[in-house]
RNA sequence: GGCGACGUACCCAAGUGGCUUAAGGGGAAGGUCUGCAAAACCUUUAUUCAUCGGUUCGAAUCCGAUCGUCGCCUCCA
């Protein structure tokens, strides 16, 4: 079956062609270690995952590599020289390296608890900087770069179809200008490959180069390190939707110019996760972490569900409310699942096995058909409530789906009843003791004094349970 | 100023010309079970897709206008 991507490139569903059968070469751009990362960036993040994981369903063998930007993105155009790894370093008083080990650290352990498949290679920036080196060498032998008194710059007047990508109107752009150039660009689009070091100050980050010492340019180090990596062309490169217009413009343009050949094939690109009051935005000072809501009570799990319920290329508006429906949905789906496990023994019904394969088509379907998630979702309720699957076929095909969901439901486990302190189960005692007794009144005050505890009881056939209360 | 996206029930959300006089989930209401709860299960919950006009045998889906919300053009997932 085909898999179908909307394509930047375009603006349309496209089946999607390996350049190698089989195979798929596939680019994400990753975090910038000077802070932690929001669950704003994760949905990117998890929309890259699923994108992975659809691939993987479908049989294909998947070389991942993501960046770590640990060094060039300049905090704004007419900056100082300081980028964000530096003035993260001037506010926590670590070095930039520490801080860079830091907040990868952050970032890796929360995308293992999102359940996130790991590239086959995470790429540093700071440890390809000759390979970049090489790239801004090949534009400048090329004729596609020229020197000023800050930098190295790429020329984009050299290139017919700059901007393609975002179909950019350049001369809007000139006209709408918000920001003064001061420096000495040629042309309002034309960007660093290379920025010196500020004559005055001693960078924490700097390297020589045959034009002199600096950093490189934040957009040098995708292009340099996916042509290592996956070559010259490659099959999909994706981003947030912000990068549409600068940053993968930018390597569109560095590849192009210097391999001579198309860049990537497949550009995909996330929508934002968005509060009441806009976007999210680490500039903006406070954002949601992943920790902040593990803290409330809420499972990794619950957002990723959250995450699956709208498709990727639509903004999505975060609420607690809507984790709070989130973390319903899931925990529904974990009560059934642990049903189903109590009931496959016994094999309830004879299976079916047209149905099953019916049941898989439609999934593969809507994941194929560009990751339509909330439409699988769908398709999996479908099981759930088929009256006509047995329970041992259900389970199986939970978690068949489950490889693409990454909800981690085949480690779905009853709740264990937990060892409450010495003078909760006394209450709970007393209270099965007026259970008993018919003494219901009392048994009802009891269990609500518990609760005001911190526990649950809760009545099963074979006895009672006590859990404790989250959040 | 330029570029772009979006507006489907109380909430989230799929569907983008006939298969749908609109999937799925949450919530709510009623029911089964239980002393009562909780959980689970069953039933019900949009003649209607921002508004107005047009195209068509046929539109939530195409076109136009209007209103509204938002993003980008500056670092950004």
Same mark, same amino acid.
């Given at each position: 079956?085909?898999?179908?991507?909307?394509?930047?490139?375009?603006?349309? *569903?496209?089946?999607?062609?390996?350049?190698?059968?089989?195979?798929?070469?596939?680019?994400?751009?990753?975090?910038?270690?000077?802070?932690?990362?929001?669950?704003?960036?994760?949905?990117?993040?998890?929309?890259?995952?699923?994108?992975?994981?659809?691939?993987?369903?479908?049989?294909?063998?998947?070389?991942?590599?993501?960046?770590?930007?640990?060094?060039?993105?300049?905090?704004?155009?007419?900056?100082?020289?300081?980028?964000?790894?530096? *003035?993260?370093?001037?506010?926590?008083?670590?070095?930039?390296?520490?801080?860079?080990?830091?907040?990868?650290?952050?970032?890796?352990?929360?995308?293992?608890?999102?359940?996130?498949?790991?590239?086959?290679?995470?790429?540093?920036?700071?440890?390809?900087?000759?390979?970049?080196?090489?790239?801004?060498?090949?534009?400048?032998?090329?004729?596609?770069?020229?020197?000023?008194?800050?930098?190295?710059?790429?020329?984009?007047?050299?290139?017919?179809?700059?901007?393609?990508?975002?179909?950019?109107?350049?001369?809007?752009?000139?006209?709408?200008?918000?920001?003064?150039?001061?420096?000495?660009?040629?042309?309002?689009?034309?960007?660093?490959?290379?920025?010196?070091?500020?004559?005055?100050?001693?960078?924490?980050?700097?390297?020589?180069?045959?034009?002199?010492?600096?950093?490189?340019?934040?957009?040098?180090?995708?292009?340099?390190?996916?042509?290592?990596?996956?070559?010259?062309?490659?099959?999909?490169?994706?981003?947030?939707?912000?990068?549409?217009?600068?940053?993968?413009?930018?390597?569109?343009?560095?590849?192009?110019?210097?391999?001579?050949?198309?860049?990537?094939?497949?550009?995909?690109?996330?929508?934002?996760?968005?509060?009441?009051?806009?976007?999210?935005?680490?500039?903006?000072?406070?954002?949601?972490?992943?920790?902040?809501?593990?803290?409330?009570?809420?499972?990794?799990?619950?957002? =990723?569900?959250?995450?699956?319920?709208?498709?990727?290329?639509?903004?999505?508006?975060?609420?607690?409310?809507?984790?709070?429906?989130?973390?319903?949905?899931?925990?529904?789906?974990?009560?059934?699942?642990?049903?189903?496990?109590?009931?496959?023994?016994?094999?309830?019904?004879?299976?079916?096995?047209?149905? *099953?394969?019916?049941?898989?088509?439609?999934?593969?379907?809507?994941?194929?058909?560009?990751?339509?998630?909330?439409?699988?979702?769908?398709?999996?309720?479908?099981?759930? =409530?088929?009256?006509?699957?047995?329970?041992?076929?259900?389970?199986?095909?939970?978690?068949?789906?489950? =490889?693409?969901?990454?909800?981690?439901?085949?480690?779905?486990?009853?709740?264990?009843?937990?060892?409450?302190?010495?003078?909760?189960?006394?209450?709970?005692?007393? =209270?099965?003791?007026?259970?008993?007794?018919?003494?219901?009144?009392?048994?009802?005050?009891?269990?609500?004094?518990?609760?005001?505890?911190?526990?649950?009881?809760?009545?099963?056939?074979?006895?009672?349970?006590?859990?404790?209360?989250?959040?």
């Amino acid at each position: 079956m085909d898999i179908k991507f909307f394509n930047t490139l375009g603006r349309e *569903k496209q089946a999607f062609k390996p350049i190698q059968p089989g195979k798929a070469g596939l680019y994400t751009c990753g975090p910038t270690v000077y802070d932690y990362q929001h669950i704003g960036n994760f949905r990117t993040f998890l929309f890259e995952d699923i994108l992975k994981r659809v691939l993987l369903y479908n049989g294909y063998e998947v070389t991942h590599i993501m960046n770590i930007t640990d060094v060039g993105h300049l905090v704004s155009d007419g900056d100082t020289g300081e980028d964000k790894m530096e *003035k993260g370093s001037a506010r926590t008083g670590m070095t930039v390296w520490e801080i860079s080990e830091f907040y990868t650290k952050f970032f890796m352990d929360d995308a293992k608890l999102l359940n996130i498949l790991p590239p086959a290679r995470y790429t540093k920036a700071t440890e390809y900087i000759q390979e970049q080196i090489d790239l801004i060498k090949c534009l400048d032998d090329k004729g596609y770069a020229y020197v000023t008194g800050d930098g190295v710059y790429f020329d984009t007047s050299k290139l017919t179809d700059y901007g393609k990508l975002a179909r950019l109107d350049i001369e809007g752009l000139e006209e709408g200008t918000r920001i003064e150039f001061s420096g000495e660009k040629k042309n309002k689009t034309d960007f660093a490959l290379w920025k010196f070091s500020p004559k005055d100050t001693k960078r924490q980050m700097e390297w020589d180069s045959p034009w002199g010492k600096g950093f490189p340019g934040w957009h040098a180090e995708c292009s340099a390190m996916s042509k290592k990596f996956l070559g010259d062309t490659f099959d999909i490169h994706c981003g947030g939707i912000d990068h549409i217009p600068v940053h993968h413009t930018n390597e569109i343009a560095q590849s192009e110019a210097c391999n001579g050949k198309p860049f990537v094939h497949y550009w995909l690109h996330g929508a934002f996760l968005e509060e009441e009051s806009g976007k999210m935005s680490k500039s903006q000072g406070e954002f949601l972490r992943l920790q902040l809501l593990i803290y409330k009570g809420y499972s990794p799990m619950d957002y =990723r569900y959250l995450c699956l319920g709208t498709h990727y290329r639509k903004r999505l508006l975060f609420s607690w409310e809507l984790l709070d429906q989130s973390k319903a949905v899931l925990g529904r789906l974990k009560q059934n699942i642990i049903k189903f496990k109590d009931l496959s023994d016994s094999s309830d019904l004879s299976d079916s096995s047209d149905l *099953k394969a019916k049941y898989q088509n439609d999934f593969t379907e809507s994941v194929n058909d560009d990751l339509n998630m909330p439409q699988a979702l769908a398709v999996l309720w479908g099981v759930v =409530r088929d009256e006509n699957l047995n329970s041992k076929t259900k389970l199986e095909l939970i978690f068949d789906f489950d =490889r693409v969901l990454g909800l981690g439901l085949d480690k779905t486990e009853e709740e264990k009843p937990i060892d409450a302190p010495a003078e909760i189960m006394e209450l709970v005692n007393q =209270r099965l003791a007026a259970k008993k007794a018919k003494d219901f009144k009392l048994a009802d005050e009891l269990r609500a004094k518990v609760k005001d505890m911190g526990y649950d009881i809760v009545d099963k056939k074979d006895g009672t349970e006590v859990k404790s209360i989250r959040n």
